[in-house]
C-alpha cells in the first residue's frame, strides 16, 4: 500500500496553486502547483533555470506570478503574511563590509522586533552558531560557512511562521548541516512550515518530509521519499551459492545484471517474487533476497531527462 502523502496528514498552511510566469516569451514557471505542509521539511529540488527561484520569489513577493495564486491558510498571501515568514535569498543580502551584529539586528527591527530583543535575538542565535566571540566582525571577515550561518540567523530572528530558503546549507560541512537541520528542526516542531532548495540530493533523501522536483519550470515528480522511489520499478538483488542463469528462462523476471551468483532483477509482481526466492532455495542456500532501496538520485534522473 503507498503511503498518503504529507499534506493527507498535515494541515497545509502554504499552498501554490497553479503558478505561471513568463519573462516575454520565455515561461518560466508552468502551472506550478504544490503545497508546503506545517511542521515538515519540503525539499525543492531541480536543475540550474529549472524555476526554483523564481517560484520562492513570487512566494515572498520579489516577483509577481503571471497567473496563479499563493494562499496562506487558505487564503491569498499578502504582504503582512511575508513579513512574518523568514526568507534566505539566492543572492544573500547582507552587507560584508558591515559589522554582523548591528546588521542582524537591524533586520530584526525591520520584522517588528524592538531594538533590544531584536539585538537579544541576534546574539543568541550567532552564539549558538558558534559565533558569540565574534558580534563585531565584519562579515567579510567570516568563512564561508560561517557567513552562511549569519544569513541562516537573518532568516530566523524573528520567530517567522513560514521558513522559505534557497540553498541554505550551501557551503556547509556535514557537522554544521547537522546542526542548521537541528535548529530547523525546532520550527518545525512548532508547526513552522519549511519550504527549502538544494542541488545535494543527498541531503533533501535524508531531512525532508516531502519532496518537490521541478524541470523547465514545471513540477514532474512531488510526494515524500517513499511514495517516489515506489513510483518506479523495483528491482531485487539475489545473492546464492550456486549461479543464477537459470533466471533468464523464467516468465515474469527481467534480468537486469547477472554474475554467477549474484543477480539484480526486475519481478512482474509478488507471487513471482516468491516463486522465484522458492526456487533460489531449492537450488541451495540463499544469501540474500530482497527489494533494492533506490536512491533519491535515480528517480530525479528518471523524471528530469
Known amino acids: 500500500m503507498r503511503s498518503r ?12 496553486d497553479s503558478v505561471t510566469r513568463r519573462f516575454g516569451d520565455l515561461t518560466a514557471l508552468d502551472n506550478v502547483s504544490f503545497s508546503v505542509p506545517d511542521g515538515a521539511f519540503t525539499g525543492f529540488v531541480g536543475g540550474n533555470g529549472a524555476g526554483k527561484t523564481t517560484t520562492m520569489r513570487i ?3 520579489v516577483l509577481a506570478a503571471s497567473s496563479g495564486e499563493v494562499r496562506w491558510n487558505g487564503q491569498p498571501l499578502t504582504q503582512c503574511d511575508r513579513s512574518e515568514f523568514g526568507y534566505m535569498p539566492e543572492e544573500r543580502g547582507l552587507y560584508p563590509k558591515q559589522p554582523i551584529l548591528p546588521q542582524l539586528t537591524y533586520l530584526g527591527e525591520l520584522h517588528g522586533l524592538s531594538s533590544r530583543d531584536a539585538r ?3 546574539t543568541v542565535l550567532l552564539t549558538r552558531f558558534g ?5 563585531k566582525d565584519k562579515l567579510e571577515k567570516l568563512s564561508l560557512g560561517n557567513q552562511q550561518r549569519v544569513q541562516i540567523a537573518g532568516a530566523l530572528i524573528a520567530s517567522p511562521k513560514a521558513l522559505i530558503l534557497d540553498e541554505p546549507f550551501s557551503g556547509l560541512d556535514p557537522d554544521a548541516v547537522d546542526e542548521m537541520f537541528s535548529l530547523l528542526a525546532e520550527f518545525t516542531k512548532r508547526g513552522v512550515p519549511v519550504l527549502f532548495s538544494s542541488h545535494q540530493l543527498d541531503l533533501v533523501e535524508r531531512l525532508c518530509d ?5 524541470r523547465k519550470g514545471e513540477v514532474v515528480a ?5 511514495q517516489l522511489r515506489d513510483s518506479g520499478e523495483t528491482h531485487h ?6 549461479d543464477l542463469g537459470w ?3 523464467r516468465t515474469g523476471v527481467t534480468v537486469i545484471d547477472l554474475d554467477g551468483p549474484r543477480a539484480e532483477v526486475a519481478l512482474a509482481d509478488e507471487a513471482v517474487a516468491q516463486a522465484v526466492l522458492a526456487e533460489a532455495l531449492g537450488r541451495g542456500p540463499v544469501h540474500d533476497f530482497g527489494p533494492i532501496v533506490r536512491p533519491l538520485s535515480d528517480y530525479y534522473r528518471e523524471v528530469t531527462r
Request: charged fraction near 30%.
Open 5 to 16: 502523502g504529507l499534506s493527507d496528514m498535515l494541515d497545509v498552511m502554504l499552498d501554490i
Open 59 to 61: 512566494i515572498m513577493g
Open 120 to 122: 537579544r535575538a541576534a
Open 131 to 135: 559565533l558569540g566571540d565574534r558580534l
Open 210 to 214: 516531502q519532496i518537490v522536483i521541478l
Open 222 to 226: 512531488k510526494g515524500s521519499v517513499e
Open 237 to 242: 538483488r539475489i545473492v546464492a551459492r550456486d
Open 247 to 249: 533466471l533468464r528462462d
